[in-house]
């Protein structure tokens, strides 16, 4: 007997992470015996602070390796809550938290508990990969708003008042951003907010997975904090796979009104329960414990942009701007496009360049049209400076090697 319909239409609607698609390719390579300069990976080359993995140690052996609370462990809620307290001025209580494998998956369950076919997520471009295919998982639209270099790859007001309906749900602000490192200032996202205000029936999910990867004045800033008529509106999602180099600990947490948390709880509930205990017992430990690391490692990663802004702005054909945030350059190369290569094969859009890279010169990225970039490509600089300056001497190499 053969099955019509072996998977759900909402598989059909989705596509695999293109990031997760350029780290497959990139070990196939390494597998063939190939030296590849891997630009592609969207984590922390540091390890785990020490204290982090003493306090999961202590965790194992104290036996506190059995199920926890769908909304987390007390040390971790309490945790949230003082970060928060103390980093923005944000209040929140153990009803308005939800802890769940990685801010990924918080964002995706925050959508599942609140779309309904039809309804509208606007999605800011460029934009993470994953975003667009989340939503339409979960039966809703994404709108894709392009937001060019000229705005600072941020959504303007005019923007999104454009973008809204009826059917509009949610609004996505990622802030600092992937792939673009860009920020938005309280001004900013007081105008947002102005916007926003005429719009009660709109959300707005903000991801801040990077807001502690920060080389600006200051520190980064919520929305929620900003604007505190919006409080009730803002889901706050974040996580300590970045900032603590804890990609693996998958342990994401989100903040926001009583009534969406308690829905996105029940859907935790039925799907893994809760988290890793001893994932959260390390994520406590990250949240209240020394923050040197996290000090020392923005001060690299601040070194390791610089010389990688410099060496890829002076390659024929490229530009590039410095970001705000985040361990990621988006660059463009739309000036190379069109040109051909010395074998003579015609470069036509950002995916055939980055395949040129590859195969010409063994530096892998990952092309800009999977983040509604094109004419872009994205590099990570958190990997070594030793690594990054070899590839941006190649990458310049193969861009001098193309001829109109």
Not at 102 to 120: N, P, Y
Not at 152 to 165: H, M, S, V
Not at 234 to 240: D, E, M, R, S, Y
């Amino acid at each position: 007997m053969t099955i019509d319909r072996p998977t759900a239409a909402r598989v059909g609607r989705i596509k695999p992470s293109p990031s997760t698609a350029a780290a497959q390719r990139v070990r196939e390579l390494k597998s063939q015996g190939l030296t590849i300069l891997d630009l592609t990976v969207g984590e922390p080359d540091f390890d785990t602070p020490d204290h982090v993995k003493a306090a999961a140690i202590r965790a194992i052996e104290a036996g506190e390796t059995k199920y926890t609370p769908v909304n987390g462990t007390p040390a971790l809620r309490a945790a949230i809550i003082e970060k928060l307290r103390t980093r923005h001025g944000l209040e929140y209580t153990d009803r308005q938290i939800t802890v769940g494998g990685g801010a990924k998956q918080v964002i995706f369950l925050a959508l599942t508990a609140t779309l309904d076919e039809g309804d509208e997520v606007i999605v800011p471009a460029p934009y993470w990969v994953s975003y667009p295919d989340m939503v339409r998982a979960n039966d809703g639209t994404p709108v894709i708003v392009p937001c060019p270099a000229a705005d600072g790859f941020k959504l303007t007001p005019e923007r999104l008042r454009a973008a809204l309906t009826d059917r509009t749900r949610w609004v996505i602000l990622n802030t600092p951003g992937n792939p673009t490192g860009s920020a938005y200032t309280d001004e900013e996202l007081r105008a947002l907010a102005a916007v926003l205000l005429d719009h009660p029936q709109v959300r707005v999910l903000t991801d801040e997975i990077y807001d502690e990867i920060w080389y600006e004045e200051g520190q980064s800033r919520s929305l929620a904090a900003v604007e505190p008529r919006l409080a009730d509106r803002v889901f706050l999602t974040n996580g300590v796979s970045k900032s603590y180099a804890m990609t693996g600990w998958r342990l994401g947490y989100g903040v926001g009104p009583a009534d969406l948390v308690t829905a996105i709880n029940t859907l935790q509930s039925q799907i893994s329960s809760c988290p890793s205990s001893i994932s959260q017992a390390a994520a406590a430990a990250a949240l209240t414990g020394p923050q040197q690391f996290v000090t020392d490692t923005v001060r690299v990663y601040r070194s390791r942009r610089d010389a990688t802004v410099k060496l890829l702005d002076d390659a024929p054909h490229l530009s590039v701007t410095s970001p705000a945030g985040g361990f990621y350059l988006l660059v463009d190369c739309s000036a190379a496009l069109g040109r051909r290569t010395p074998d003579g094969q015609l470069i036509e859009n950002d995916e055939q360049f980055a395949l040129y890279l590859l195969d010409s010169r063994q530096v892998a990225v990952i092309h800009g049209s999977a983040y509604g970039a094109p004419g872009y490509f994205r590099i990570s600089f958190a990997t070594s400076t030793e690594v990054l300056t070899e590839a941006c001497e190649r990458i310049a190499a193969a861009c001098a090697d193309l001829t109109a």
